[in-house]
Structures are given as structure tokens and as C-alpha cells.
T-cell receptor, first 114, second 115 residues
């Protein structure tokens, strides 16, 4: 099973709302990632978790708050977002956090901030 | 930091024709190299990867890529395009010397397949 699942598929939220994105994998991977992808652009790395600890934060604004409750689950908590935060949010996982482990991506959550 | 260049943001081929999507990297130490495909409103699917074994790598759906150190390239090919190949393709590299498996993606190439 090489599946990474993400919920919800679509999310519309106002700038004052608080919402969360969820990502789950059952491949026993120890590294999990959040990416942001704008239309017609490549994915941009936001966060990396390794063994449930935050390893990389690519200078992401604090209105995005990641959480890794256990080795299979990764959340992204959203608060006071801006319209420019509208994008496809992708979760990925890999066996380990070191190269050359390939990353497996979920289908993404399409976020619209109104 | 790594740099990846994908020449041609749009490539159009006829069904049955050869597909060639170009990817060049910039580092002096050859990185790990990957090709991903993304269908509309979906995540990325791994097509193939090069780590350090054979320079000609075969992937899924009939795709293959050849690592050429002298040209710092990792071009993706498929002998005969199918309509279902129409998608966005991303080349990605991962630094061999880095502590973390950070991917650097190219800007992507959108493949259009004409009937």
C-alpha cells in the first residue's frame, strides 16, 4: 500500500476561520512533508517532520501550524489566512528523511480563502 | 542549493509519437533524480528515480530516463505517446550531501497529446 490520504478534498474558509487539514499514511514512513502548490507552479516545501519531530520549517508564516500527533498522521492547522494562501496543499511521506528516499504524495486539499 | 531546469513549459506530441521531456540539474555532485507526473487536481505520482545504479532507468507506464553526467541531464522519454499521458511532469532533485531529503522541483512541463 503506497497510499497517502488527505482530507478534506476541498476547503473554503474565511479569513477569520480556523480549520485543519489532515494527512495519513500507513506505510510505516518516518518522514512526512507539507507542500503548497499554486496554479501552474511546482510544489513548494513548507514543513518536514522526521520521527514526529519538526525538522524543517521553510520560513512559513505562523498562521500555518503543523502538528504530527503520531507517526501515521500529519495535520496542518490554519488560522487567519489570506486570499493569497489559496492553493493546493499536498502532503507527502518517505521512508526516512534522508536522501535518496522517494516521496509519496497524497491527492491534495484544494484550499480557497475568501 | 540545487537548481533544476526543465526546458519547455509546454510540449505537444501526436499520439504514437516519441515523448521527450528535458531536465537539467546544476550541481557539480550529481544529485538523486526523480520524475513525477501530476494529473489535473491530483497529487504527484512517482514515475522513476535515479540514485546511483544503472544510468538508464525504467519507470511506470512505459517511461524511461537516462542519466548523463557529462550533460548534467536526466531527460524523460517514452517511445509512443498515449492520450492518457497528457499531464504535467516535474523533474526533482535531492542533494546527496544534505542531511534532509529536500526535493528541488523543476518548473514543470505540460504534455499535450494530440489524437
Amino acid at each position: 500500500d503506497t497510499e497517502v490520504t488527505q482530507t478534506p478534498k476541498h476547503l473554503v474558509m474565511g479569513m477569520t476561520n480556523k480549520k485543519s487539514l489532515k494527512c495519513e499514511q500507513h506505510m510505516g514512513h518516518r518522514a512526512m512533508y507539507w507542500y503548497k502548490q499554486k496554479a501552474k507552479k511546482p510544489p513548494e516545501l513548507m514543513f518536514v517532520y522526521s520521527y514526529e519531530k519538526l525538522s524543517i520549517n521553510e520560513s512559513v508564516p505562523s498562521r500555518f501550524s503543523p502538528e504530527c500527533p503520531n507517526s501515521s498522521l500529519l495535520n496542518l492547522h490554519l488560522h487567519a489566512l489570506q486570499p493569497e494562501d489559496s492553493a493546493l496543499y499536498l502532503c507527502a511521506s518517505s521512508q526516512e528523511s534522508q536522501a535518496p528516499n522517494e516521496q509519496y504524495f497524497g491527492p491534495g486539499t484544494r484550499l480557497t480563502v475568501t | 542549493a540545487q537548481s533544476v531546469t526543465q526546458l519547455g513549459s509546454h510540449v505537444s506530441v501526436s499520439e504514437g509519437a516519441l515523448v521527450l521531456l528535458r531536465c537539467n540539474y546544476s550541481s557539480s555532485v550529481p544529485p538523486y533524480l526523480f520524475w513525477y507526473v501530476q494529473y489535473p487536481n491530483q497529487g504527484l505520482q512517482l514515475l522513476l528515480k535515479y540514485t546511483s545504479a544503472a544510468t538508464l532507468v525504467k519507470g511506470i507506464n512505459g517511461f524511461e530516463a537516462e542519466f548523463k553526467k557529462s550533460e548534467t541531464s536526466f531527460h524523460l522519454t517514452k517511445p509512443s505517446a498515449h492520450m492518457s499521458d497528457a499531464a504535467e511532469y516535474f523533474c526533482a532533485v535531492s542533494d546527496r550531501l544534505a542531511n534532509f531529503n529536500k526535493f528541488y522541483f523543476g518548473s514543470g512541463t505540460k504534455l499535450n497529446v494530440k489524437p
